[in-house]
């Protein structure tokens, strides 16, 4: 699988983003998809993921009801949506493939394919 993230950048706080990531390898309609992002000095953490259809997404709780996941497998591609940022939102996102027959993981071990990560900065 190979993954390529972009749409990151500089946005005011309270603005929004919206991330996208392109998938390429294996069907893409097969396998969950997650987003992490890292800030500097910190270690990689979960953002959110959704099930191969689309039905069933999963948000860290200092996302929610702000951040969307989505996906169209017609395009393979998997989108996040950042309403409202904040500052602390700032870090470079990555999407991720888990590993072949892991579903429903929040642990950035349990995926195996990332992409190279997009940069979003919120200034206060």
Partial sequence: VQL?????????A????RLSCA???RTFSTYDMGWFRQA????REFVARINWSGA????ADFVKGRFTISRDNAKNTVYLQMNSLKPEDT???YCAAPKIGYTGS??????DYWGQGTLVTVSS
Avoid: N
Avoid at 14 to 17: F, K, N, R
Avoid at 56 to 59: E, F, G, R, V
């Fill in 4 to 12: 390529q993230a972009f749409g990151g950048g500089l946005v005011q």
């Fill in 14 to 17: 309270g603005g929004s983003l």
């Fill in 23 to 25: 998938a390429s390898g």
């Fill in 40 to 43: 500097p000095g910190k270690e």
């Fill in 56 to 59: 069933s997404t999963y948000y």
């Fill in 91 to 93: 870090a470079v996102y």
């Fill in 106 to 111: 929040v642990s950035p071990d349990q995926y």
